[in-house]
C-alpha cells in the first residue's frame, strides 16, 4: 500500500528497507549513490554542487565554491546577520532560533541575500556590457509595482557606507578570478571594479564578488541567494555560541544612547484617547 | 557616499517612535505605554505601533476581523502544515510559529498577493482618476503578463471569507468605499470575460485601501495573520506519536532525474 501523497523530485530518488518503507536503504542524488559512492568518494563541495546543479562540476568549480565558502564563512560580528545571531546567543536561545536570527536578517537587500539574488539579475540581464551596467546599477529594478521588498536604495553589489574597496574584498575578488572561467564574470569585474564603482560613487562590496562567483559557478539568482544564506552561517553559529559563553554582561546595551524626541515625559494623565485624525 | 554618515548613529540614535525607561515607563509614537494605551485590545495596539495614530474603533474592528476570518486551524494549509511538523519532531513552540509565520511570506499566497493587490487598487485609482476605464487597466495588466492579485485562488474556487467579511464591512460602515467598489467591478469584470473567481486577497486590500493604510504597513499588519490558526497545528501534532504526521514512505518521491549513474574516479572526465 503506498500514499495517493507524493512529492515529485528530479534529483532525489530513495530505496526502502525491506522490513521499512519508512527507512532509506540507499539515497540517490541525481543519479549517483550518495551514502554508497558520493559520501565516500567526493568532497564536500563537489557534493554541494552536484546538489544544486544535478550534474557533476569539474575540480576548478569545486575549488572555485570552496574558497568562496572560506570567504563568506564568517563575516565577522559587526557584519548584521551575525549581529543578529550573538543577540541570540547571548541571550541563551536555541541554537534555531539563533540560525534564523542570522537567516532572516542576513536575508536582506544591504548585505545580504537579496542584494545578491538582485546582482546576479543584472548579470542576467547586462551581461558584460558595461554601459548597461552603470544604467541599471542606478536603477536595478523595473517594476513599478509594490512588492514584498521595498525597492533598493543603492547599487547591489556595491556598499554605499563604503570609502574605498576594503582588503578582504579585494583579496577575495583576485583569489577566485584566478580560480574562475578566463571570460567569466569574475574576470570581468576584476577589469571593470574601478569603472563601476567610479560610476556608483562607491566601492565594491563581498555581495558583488559573491554573486558574479555564483554567475561563474552556473548558478542562477535563486540558487545563489539559498547558497549565500548557507555559507555565512558558520560565523553566525560561532559568534552566537562565544557570546553564550561570554555572558550578556559583557554584550553591549543600548539603552543609554537612544533618544526620545517627543517623549511625553512621566507626568501625562491616564486618559485613553480617541481615534486620531 | 562615504562611511562619515554611519558616525552619527555609532553610539545615538534619535528616535520617535518609542523607548522603554526600564523600570519607569514606556512610551510608543509619543504615548505612554501604560497609562494612555494600556486599555487598547492588543491588535489595536498592533495597528497602534505601525501607524504611529489610533485609527479609530471602526477600523481597528473591521481589520481584527481580518484576523478572526484568517484563523484556519487546518493543517492542509502550508504555513500550518510547517507548524505541525514543527510539532511532529518536537521542537519549540517558538521556532514552531516563527517557521510557519515566515513562509506566510509567499508568492502564491499570503504576503505578496496582499501587497500586489493593495498596489493594483492604488495604481488603478490613479489610473482612473485621469479619465481612464477600470477595465483598460485590467488589460493592461493582463497584457504585461501580471497576475491580477485576489482574483482566482489556488485549490479553490471560491473563498467563503468573503461574504462574512462584506457583512463586516457594513457592520463598521466600510461598505461603499471607491476601492471596495472597484475590487467588486473588477471582479464583475474578470468573471464575465474570464470566468476568473475572486478571494479574501482582493476583499481584503481594497477595505485596507479605503482606510488607506500603504503597502509596508498593510504587510506589517497582515504578517501575524496566520497566527491563531497555526497554534492548534502544533498542539495536534506534539500531542501525537513523534514524526506520526503525515509520514513519508521512500516511495513516495516520485523521481524524475537521471537514471542510476557510477561515481567516477577520475574527476577530470567530467564535465564543468
Excluded at chain 1, 536575508?107 to 545580504?112: A, K, N, R, T, V
Excluded at chain 1, 558558520?234 to 543609554?256: C, I, N, R, S, T
Aim: contains cysteine; glycine residues 8%.
Amino acid at each position: 500500500m503506498t500514499s495517493k501523497y507524493v512529492y515529485h523530485s528530479n534529483f532525489w530518488f530513495e530505496e526502502s528497507e525491506e522490513s521499512n518503507p519508512f527507512a532509506a536503504r540507499a539515497c540517490y542524488c541525481s543519479g549517483y549513490d550518495v551514502y554508497g559512492q558520493v559520501v565516500p568518494k567526493a568532497g564536500w563541495f563537489e557534493y554541494l554542487l552536484l546538489l544544486f546543479k544535478g550534474e557533476r562540476s569539474s575540480p576548478a568549480m569545486s575549488v572555485l565554491l570552496e574558497k568562496l565558502a572560506m570567504s563568506l564563512a564568517n563575516p565577522g560580528p559587526r557584519e548584521a546577520s551575525v549581529r543578529a545571531a550573538m543577540n541570540g546567543g547571548v541571550a541563551g536561545t536555541n541554537p534555531g532560533s539563533a540560525l534564523m536570527a542570522a537567516l532572516a536578517v542576513g536575508s536582506g537587500q544591504y548585505g545580504g541575500a537579496r542584494e545578491v539574488a538582485v546582482a546576479m539579475e543584472l548579470w542576467q540581464q547586462c551581461g558584460r556590457d558595461l554601459t548597461t551596467w552603470q544604467q541599471r546599477l542606478r536603477k536595478p529594478e523595473q517594476d513599478e509595482r509594490a512588492d514584498i521588498w521595498a525597492p533598493m536604495e543603492h547599487a547591489p553589489g556595491f556598499d554605499p557606507n563604503g570609502d574605498h574597496t576594503p582588503t578582504p574584498v579585494l583579496s577575495t575578488l583576485e583569489l577566485l578570478t584566478s580560480l574562475a572561467p578566463e571570460q567569466g564574470a569574475l574576470a570581468w569585474l576584476s577589469q571593470q571594479r574601478e569603472e563601476l564603482e567610479h560610476s556608483v560613487g562607491y566601492p565594491l562590496a563581498m555581495s558583488g564578488v559573491a554573486g558574479a562567483a555564483f554567475v561563474d559557478l552556473g548558478l542562477n539568482p535563486e540558487q545563489g541567494s539559498m547558497l549565500f544564506l548557507i555559507l555565512r552561517l558558520p560565523g553566525a553559529a560561532v559568534h552566537a555560541l562565544e557570546q553564550q559563553q561570554m555572558g550578556w554582561k559583557k554584550f553591549p546595551f543600548y539603552g543609554d544612547a537612544i533618544e526620545l524626541a517627543n517623549d511625553p515625559g512621566a507626568n501625562v494623565s491616564m486618559a485613553n484617547e480617541g481615534a486620531d485624525s | 557616499m562615504s562611511h562619515r554618515r554611519l558616525l552619527d548613529t555609532e553610539s545615538h540614535w534619535l528616535t520617535n517612535r518609542g523607548k522603554a525607561f526600564l523600570t519607569e515607563r514606556v512610551v510608543m509614537h509619543g504615548r505612554d505605554l501604560h497609562k494612555q494605551l494600556g486599555n487598547y485590545e492588543w491588535l489595536h495596539l498592533y495597528l497602534f505601533s505601525i501607524l504611529g495614530r489610533d485609527p479609530g474603533e471602526q477600523v481597528y474592528r473591521l481589520l481584527n476581523y481580518y484576523y478572526v476570518a484568517t484563523s484556519f486551524p487546518d493543517p492542509s494549509i502550508w504555513p500550518n502544515h510547517v507548524t505541525a511538523l514543527a510539532g511532529s519532531v518536537r521542537t519549540t513552540p517558538s521556532l514552531a510559529l516563527m517557521a510557519g509565520l515566515s513562509i506566510s511570506e509567499a508568492s502564491i499566497y499570503g504576503r505578496r498577493p496582499e501587497v500586489r493587490a493593495l498596489d493594483f487598487f492604488y495604481r488603478a485609482g490613479r489610473w482612473c482618476d485621469e479619465g481612464k476605464s477600470l477595465t483598460e487597466f485590467v488589460e493592461l495588466e493582463k497584457s504585461q503578463g501580471r497576475i491580477i492579485y485576489g482574483y482566482g485562488r489556488p485549490l479553490a474556487s471560491a473563498d467563503e471569507r468573503i461574504s462574512h467579511t462584506l457583512e463586516k464591512a457594513k457592520e463598521w460602515g466600510f461598505s461603499d468605499g471607491r476601492f471596495l467598489n472597484m475590487a467588486l467591478d473588477v471582479y464583475e469584470y474578470l468573471r464575465t470575460t474570464y470566468g476568473y473567481s475572486m478571494n479574501i486577497a482582493a476583499i481584503d486590500a481594497a477595505l485596507a485601501a479605503d482606510v488607506g493604510l500603504n503597502a509596508e504597513e498593510y504587510q506589517l499588519f497582515m504578517t501575524p495573520i496566520f497566527l491563531a490558526g497555526m497554534t492548534p497545528c502544533f498542539l495536534d501534532a506534539a500531542e501525537k506519536p513523534e514524526g506520526a504526521f503525515f509520514p513519508m514512505r521512500c516511495t513516495s518521491i516520485c523521481y524524475g532525474g537521471p537514471a542510476k549513474r557510477e561515481w567516477s574516479d577520475n574527476k577530470e572526465e567530467t564535465p564543468s
